[in-house]
């Protein structure tokens, strides 16, 4: 199916007006007006080979797949708390008084709407710019008028929502989240087991509008949201933005499993200050958290297939709420490895890193890709978007995929065909012949 074209303004919503939205907006913001560079983003500075390595074709992404450009991004957001994008991001700490004082009137403009917000779900926060409404319906309702008038203000032909609201308290699916049906009438009935993070998910799939969710929360990973989605012909992505030390985990560990070194121990733990780690304090939005972060290691190292080497891995993770730490979190590994006639080793990473930096490039390119994924027609889970989540949000029955290199290969080669071109093997043609 063809790519149609993007034409008129892009309009990227983000519930939630946090560290990482005024981190990933104040940055495209420097980026297309004030020279700064959008380091750590595939769509602004990856290229993609096409054909043989002998054709020297490499376009950049963004060129190749026609993506909308930054001058035509708009922003919008809600957030429980009134501050605009100025004061939310100074409180957030994360970018220089050098790099907001030139966008500070820009950053103004961020107003962010009244939130669809209960504290049940996030137990450490509580702020008044919440929208009331008798039902849940009412709520969600109120999320859709927002989107509309968002994209009329803005004059925005197209919109993605990407989630960067705070980590929800863990949950399963319930009855409510099985079908379409069960969900309307849960909406309708105010049944508790539909999470705020939800509610957004349903207003943008309704309104046709492209749906990430960078948190570990349920949001859309459930059938009903699933099953609207391809209905609605709307993109979905998730879980969970890969950053700091899960990133890591995923560099390193397949590079273990293809040498077949053995893991006996993977210790992981982090301190960080942000609002994020506060919310984390908090057990239950911690456990939604551990799942994701825990759940990596299993399916690269594929244990089942390799019990000499993987068997016994003991792995565990912790976060620590340390205030003084702000946004520059430092997650600490110790892994513990073995290797020829089961010898130990041991390899401490220690990551001084910038949560929110490794952010706002995942939800810049999360919001093109979906907007082209909507383009190009593609509705329902996109998997081939795991590249950017500690827990890829995939179809009943398929296996996650945590590989980093075996998900930038699927990202790369998807968006080969999605315009048309041949995947990459990395095999040439001359080697091809002489296997045959
Ligand atoms: N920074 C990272 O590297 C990273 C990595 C993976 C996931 N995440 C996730 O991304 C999310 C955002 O992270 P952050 O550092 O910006 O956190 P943050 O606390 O700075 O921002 C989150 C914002 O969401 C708001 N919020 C909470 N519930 C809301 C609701 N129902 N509607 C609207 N707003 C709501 C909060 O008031 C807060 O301002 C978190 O869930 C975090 O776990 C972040």
């Known amino acids: 199916m063809a790519v149609s074209p993007h034409e008129g303004k892009l309009l990227v919503l983000t ?4 560290a990482v939205a005024t981190t990933f907006i104040a940055g495209v913001e420097r980026v297309r007006n004030h020279g700064a ?3 750590g983003s595939l769509t602004q500075m990856q290229a993609i080979r096409l054909g043989q390595r002998s054709e020297n074709r490499s376009p950049l992404i963004r060129d190749f797949c026609d993506l909308a450009p930054l001058e035509d991004l708009e922003f919008g957001g809600w957030d429980v708390y009134a501050d605009d994008g100025f004061d939310a991001a100074k409180r957030s700490d994360v970018l220089s008084y050098q790099d907001m004082e030139p966008i500070e009137d820009f950053m103004r403009t ?10 049940a779900y996030v137990k450490n926060l509580d702020g008044p710019n919440v929208k009331q409404g008798a039902t849940k319906m009412d709520l969600a309702e109120g999320l859709r008028a927002d989107i509309r008038n968002r994209m009329e203000e803005t004059g925005s032909s197209r919109a993605v929502m990407v989630w960067c609201g705070s980590t929800e308290v863990y949950k399963r699916p319930s009855t409510c989240h099985e079908s379409i049906e069960a969900f309307e009438e849960g909406l309708r009935n105010n049944d508790e087991a539909i999470a705020p993070s939800q509610l957004y998910a349903y207003a943008a799939i309704m309104e046709g509008v492209p749906y990430a969710n960078g948190a570990p929360n349920l949001s859309a990973d459930c ?31 397949p590079g273990f499993k293809s040498r077949m070194l053995g893991i006996s121990g993977w210790f992981s733990t982090n301190i960080l200050g942000n609002r994020d780690g506060e919310v984390l304090d908090d057990p239950e939005s911690f456990k939604a ?27 565990k993770v912790r976060i620590n709420y340390y205030p003084p730490r702000g946004d520059a979190k430092e997650g600490w590994d110790n892994i ?17 890193c910038r949560d929110s930096i490794l952010a706002a ?76």
Do not use: C
Request: proline share 5%.
């Open 15 to 18: 519930p939630g007006l946090g």
């Open 37 to 39: 560079k959008p380091i």
């Open 110 to 119: 961020i107003k962010p709407m009244t939130a669809a917000f209960d504290k």
């Open 223 to 253: 059938r009903a949201l699933e099953e609207l989605a391809k209905q609605k012909g709307v993109a979905i992505a998730g879980k969970d933005f890969k950053t700091g030390q899960t990133l890591m985990k995923t560099i390193l560990a």
């Open 289 to 315: 958290k551990e799942v994701t972060k825990v759940g990596v290691l299993d399916t690269i190292l594929q244990p089942e297939i390799y019990p000499d080497l993987y068997k016994d891995l003991y792995h």
């Open 336 to 352: 513990d490895i073995f290797g020829w006639l089961g010898y130990p080793m041991q390899i401490k990473v220690d990551f001084l």
């Open 361 to 436: 490039p995942i939800v810049l390119d999360l919001a093109l890709f979906l907007d082209l994924a909507n383009r190009a027609g593609r509705s329902g889970i996109q998997e081939w978007l795991s590249f950017y989540f500690k827990g890829p949000h995939v179809e009943e029955g398929h296996v996650q995929e945590h590989d980093i290199f075996i998900q930038h290969f699927r990202l790369k080669n998807t968006l080969r065909v999605m315009m048309g071109e041949e995947p990459v093997t990395h095999l040439s043609e001359s080697y091809v012949g002489e296997l045959a």
